[in-house]
């Protein structure tokens, strides 16, 4: 493990290096980084290498286009662009604009990417021409007609696109920008102004862009950093979209603080992503726990080069507690790291700790995420304030006490998007968040999940929380995974559904899950129903969090079938 001298040395250097950066603008930062760092290599592929003096040129020359066609300071731009390489020169050249970018999800159907645009009311839209069997232009052209040309009554704000072919990057570069001098625009941009309108994952409803500033991401970067202690060159490997703030701010943001590199893939494929460690020789690996585990199995099928690789980072859902040991014995790690965080609060605002034992990592989230650096408030060096309130009430609890977290941060959004009423549920007196999860934070300062508020369901009139329930079964070795939900019971009212998927080899039976959990918990507890699953064909957001909501759905269908045929 990495030992708290390295630790110390890491982030005493990172604090030296003129920490005044952090009321900068996004693409003052990239000229900061570009200036230390210009021949180093920032997106690493294997098609392309882009070096930082490369991105910084190139965003001049886009963002020199952007303001040519009509891009003025706090418009939003449209990115339905995957990680392709390009999907970086073009963020910091939208922030050198003094515009606001809006990365979308790229799995969205055609009536998902033409709510986004409207939501976020962007100005310009750029897309793929494709990905994977999807042509956005054609799907752009059945819910938005007339978007290209800017001529769309469904987009009244929208005053044209884009379209970029993966096979011909100069000519999209050619067709914004054109071939003139990259001249630097002078557009005035503040700290405190939009960067960024980043759409929430969608689990549990629609989704709902989430204001984030240049100041937010900013910190939120460093503090990664900071707090992990990244060493010098970092290489991240992952392919955790871009349009999200996992793979934007941990991935790409937070790297820029030592001069590193990020790796993206396209899609998730687990023997790319593992034969890219060796051939790119990366140091930090990125998955949320669903990527993890698939990772973990293809490791074990398959020899691959991990020798350079020092840490690996899986978070951004519940992770099964059988992965950690597994991780560290696959993958020859020194550190294994976990954390938490949302888009409301930017991005990861509790994490664990370089050195932490395995043990803290697989049942807990970590501390507060320390960036002891001048312009940060009095807390200790933390990043953050956390403190939990009754979920029903909303009354303040003692500290220590479970209940539902509020977090106060210089990472706190501007709440939701033109979205008035949700951002007044959001927002709290004093600059609190609501989190919207259940936790409590041990006496060792590490934060212990319970599960989120809204997921909570009542079984003979008693609260369950399926974080529980999920957390139990997965230390069977017979269960890759677990989902839990609630379900109406015209007995109780409501009761548990557990979806479940086996591990590898696996035949465990219903009957043989029920007789696990029957002497561990509650009678109230066990579900009603259980019903298995593949990993495949878990109902997934573009990140890799499973749609509760969607399994839900799949209950509803399966009860309600089984009731016909019975009937």
Not at 59 to 65: H, Q, T, V
Not at 253 to 265: D, E, N, Y
Not at 477 to 495: K, L, N, T, V, W
């Amino acid at each position: 493990m990495t030992s708290m001298g390295s630790v110390t040395s890491r982030r005493r250097a990172m604090a030296d290096r003129h920490p005044e950066w952090l009321s900068w603008t996004l693409h003052a930062y990239l000229d900061w980084t570009q200036a230390d760092f210009a021949a180093r290599p920032l997106v690493v592929t294997d098609g392309e290498v882009l070096d930082y003096g490369s991105v910084a040129a190139l965003s001049r020359k886009l963002a020199s286009g952007l303001a040519a066609r009509g891009i003025a300071a706090g418009d939003r731009v449209g990115l339905v662009m995957a990680n392709d390489p390009m999907t970086v020169p073009l963020l910091f050249a939208i922030w050198r604009a003094g515009a606001v970018a809006v990365p979308i999800n790229t799995l969205y159907r055609p009536d998902e990417l033409a709510y986004a645009v409207r939501e976020a009311g962007c100005a310009l839209l750029v897309v793929m021409r494709s990905f994977g069997s999807r042509d956005f232009p054609a799907m752009l052209d059945a819910v938005l007609p007339g978007w290209l040309g800017g001529a769309c009554a469904d987009a009244p704000e929208l005053k044209g696109g884009l379209v970029f072919d993966r096979d011909a990057p100069a000519d999209f570069v050619q067709a914004l920008a054109g071939d003139g001098d990259a001249g630097e625009i002078a557009v005035p941009v503040s700290a405190d102004d939009l960067a960024v309108i980043m759409f929430t994952s969608g689990t549990t409803g629609s989704p709902k862009g989430v204001a984030i500033t240049h100041d937010n991401l900013m910190r939120a970067a460093y503090a990664g950093a900071y707090h992990q202690a990244f060493e010098e060159g970092r290489r991240a490997v992952f392919s955790l979209p871009l349009y999200h703030g996992f793979g934007l701010v941990v991935g790409l943001l937070s790297g820029m603080v030592v001069g590193g590199a990020i790796i993206p893939l396209l899609k998730f494929d687990p023997h790319a992503i593992l034969t890219a460690i060796g051939r790119h020789r990366a140091t930090y690996l990125m998955g949320v726990p669903t990527m993890t585990i698939a990772l973990l199995e293809q490791a074990e099928k398959e020899s691959y080069d991990f020798s350079s690789l020092t840490a690996i980072h899986s978070a951004a859902a519940p992770t099964p507690s059988w992965v950690w040991k597994r991780i560290q014995a696959t993958f020859g790690c020194e550190d294994i790291i976990t954390s938490y965080g949302q888009t409301e609060v930017t991005a990861t605002v509790v994490c664990t700790s370089p050195g932490d034992p395995i043990d803290v990592v697989s049942e807990t989230q970590g501390c507060i995420v320390e960036a002891g650096i001048a312009g940060m408030p009095d807390q200790g060096g933390r990043i953050a304030e956390f403190k939990t309130i009754d979920p029903e009430t909303g009354a303040d609890l003692p500290w220590g006490s479970p209940g539902e977290l509020c977090c106060r941060s210089p990472m706190n959004s501007k709440g939701y998007f033109r979205r008035p009423d949700a951002t007044a549920e959001l927002l709290l007196p004093g600059g609190w968040i609501r989190m919207g999860d259940l936790g409590q934070f041990r006496a060792d300062g590490n934060l212990f999940l319970t599960g989120r508020s809204k997921e909570l369901y009542k079984s003979r009139g008693e609260l369950v929380s399926p974080k529980e329930l999920e957390q139990l079964l997965t230390r069977h070795p017979d269960i890759s995974q677990a989902f839990f939900i609630g379900m109406p019971d015209d007995r109780y009212g409501e009761c548990g559904c557990a979806w479940v998927v086996r591990a590898q080899g696996s035949a465990i039976s219903a009957r043989e899950i029920e007789a696990f959990m029957a002497g561990q918990v509650a009678a109230y507890k066990l579900p009603r129903d259980i019903w298995f699953i593949t990993d495949e064909e878990l109902p997934k957001t573009g990140t890799g969090k499973v749609q509760k909501a969607q399994l839900k759905e799949k209950a509803l269908k399966l009860v309600w079938d089984m009731s016909v045929s019975r009937a």
